[in-house]
């Protein structure tokens, strides 16, 4: 049901810095897992993904990283930006994606000019 | 990339009508489509799944006949919110399935409700 009052966690950077956010997961089962930001009144947007058979994942300025072994997920971002001010939510999946997504609690990242 | 087209971005009813959400993959067919829910300040809980032709499977607690879902077609799923009442102003979002890259999973860009 629907959590009255909670709050984000927030993660404040300086412009330049690197970030890093953190996920755990639950399930072992999943097999697949997704970063996304969401801006504010905006649906998901996807950053990167990892597949369970791979514990570290580069993109542009972005980086995945996966610990099966106690279920964490990172993402690490480079040279924070202003323009990478959002709320950041970890994702993950089972079965080859024929699930639905389930989503982490999210956490909010601001980047001080 | 795929987009998924979701409309409308906000729509605000009295308490007591219903409004329709429509979620269209635009330039990929789209075998299923998810129906999330997200209050402020937190994350997107599932509320169910539609797949094309078939009736929607509702999540624990999500009332089936005030959430309404048809997924009439490869490209469409709409959401009707029957008689709404303000607690239901939330923010809705779709995501599609390429039925041809199904580990990918494409968001609209979501509609505020708000109640009055």
């Known amino acids: 049901g629907e959590s009255v009052g909670l709050h984000l966690p927030t993660l404040s950077v300086q412009e330049g810095d690197n970030s890093i956010i953190n996920c755990a997961y639950s399930n072992s089962a999943s097999d697949y897992f997704i970063w996304y930001k969401q801006e504010s009144g905006k649906g998901p947007q996807f950053i990167i993904d990892?597949?369970?058979?791979?514990d570290k994942r580069q993109g542009q300025r972005v980086t995945v990283l996966l610990n099966k072994t106690v279920k964490h997920l990172s993402l690490q971002i480079a040279a924070t930006q202003p323009g990478d001010s959002a709320v950041y939510f970890c994702?993950?999946?089972?079965?080859?994606?024929?699930?639905?997504?389930?989503f982490g609690s999210g956490t909010r990242l601001q980047v001080q000019p | 990339g795929a987009v998924v087209s979701q409309h409308p971005s906000w729509v605000i009813c009295k308490s007591g009508t219903s409004v329709k959400i429509e979620c269209r993959s635009l330039?990929?067919?789209?075998?299923?489509m998810f129906w999330y829910r997200q209050f402020p300040k937190q994350s997107l809980m599932l509320m169910a799944t539609s797949n094309e032709g078939s009736k929607a499977t509702y999540e624990q607690g999500v009332e089936k006949d005030k959430f309404l879902i048809n997924h009439a077609s490869l490209t469409l799923s709409t959401l009707t919110v029957t008689s709404a009442h303000p607690e239901d102003s939330s923010f809705y979002i779709c995501?599609?399935?390429?039925?041809?890259?199904?580990?990918?999973?494409?968001f609209g860009s979501g509609t505020q409700l708000s109640v009055l």
């Open positions: 990892i597949r369970s058979n791979m």
């Open positions: 995501s599609a399935r390429d039925r041809d890259r199904p580990e990918k999973l494409f």
């Open positions: 994702a993950e999946n089972r079965s080859a994606g024929r699930r639905a997504l389930t």
């Open positions: 330039d990929f067919q789209a075998t299923t």
